[in-house]
Antibody, heavy 118, light 110 residues
Framework: QVQLVQSGAEVKKPGSSVKVSCKASGVTFSNYAVTWVRRTPGQGLEWMGGLIPFPGTTNYAQKFQGRVTITTDESTNTAYMELSSLRSEDTALYYC???????????WGQGTLVTVSS | SYVLTQTPSVSVAPGQTARITCGGNSIGSIHVHWYQQKPGQAPVLVVYDDSDRPSGIPERFSGSNSGNTATLTITRVEAGDEADYYCQVWDSGSDHPGVVFGGGTKLTVL
């Protein structure tokens, strides 16, 4: 059975960074792609970026280019999403997802609430 | 970048059929995927590659894709189907390839 378990809720100050983790069991990030998606209050799903294990490339949404970094640690089978220069508009639920590639995503984490507030 | 357009809301009585559409330029030429998201829960893939269902998804959920419109059809709608539904594609044609989601459709079961 596949499970993606994300780290807990975070409260951050504007201008700071947040790093959310996503630990997988039942799939390995050496074989499966990982993606990060967020849902802001009152809005829909928004894709942030993803990482494909072969050949280890990342794709980031243009909106987040330069502010988001997606990595994986194969030794712990954990993916990370770091978002920098946080602003209040980044307050959202952040989800990791996984699939064979970045085409679609079979498996999802439970979500991590990130609140940006002074 | 590629734009997917969804009707914000659809309402249907229990037992009836709900049709949720996703519009995009020549969307019939690319694969469309659909997710269900209930309040406070993670998205769930309900249809992939236009019309395939992941294991565990009821046959009541089906998809089609042609021309400029993809459609998710839910037959014999149940109260538990009330959720937000999102279409999604991989946009390979732009300068910045990536995943694109539609704006979402809120399905209300009357």
């Amino acid at each position: 059975q596949v499970q993606l378990v994300q780290s807990g809720a975070e409260v951050k100050k504007p201008g700071s960074s947040v790093k959310v983790s996503c630990k997988a069991s039942g799939v390995t990030f050496s074989n499966y792609a990982v993606t990060w998606v967020r849902r802001t209050p009152g809005q829909g799903l928004e894709w942030m970026g993803g990482l494909i294990p072969f050949p280890g490339t990342t794709n980031y949404a243009q909106k987040f280019q330069g502010r988001v970094t997606i990595t994986t640690d194969e030794s712990t089978n954990t993916a990370y999403m770091e978002l920098s220069s946080l602003r209040s508009e980044d307050t959202a639920l952040y989800y990791c997802g996984s699939g064979w590639d970045l085409n679609y995503f079979d498996y999802w984490g439970q979500g991590t609430l990130v609140t940006v507030s002074s | 970048s590629y734009v997917l357009t969804q009707t914000p809301s659809v309402s249907v009585a229990p037992g009836q059929t709900a049709r949720i559409t996703c519009g995009g330029n020549s969307i019939g030429s690319i694969h469309v995927h659909w997710y269900q998201q209930k309040p406070g829960q993670a998205p769930v893939l309900v249809v992939y590659d236009d019309s395939d269902r992941p294991s565990g998804i009821p046959e009541r959920f089906s998809g089609s894709n042609s021309g400029n419109t993809a459609t998710l059809t839910i037959t014999r709608v149940e109260a538990g189907d009330e959720a937000d539904y999102y279409c999604q594609v991989w946009d390979s044609g732009s300068d910045h390839p990536g995943v694109v989601f539609g704006g979402g459709t809120k399905l209300t079961v009357l």
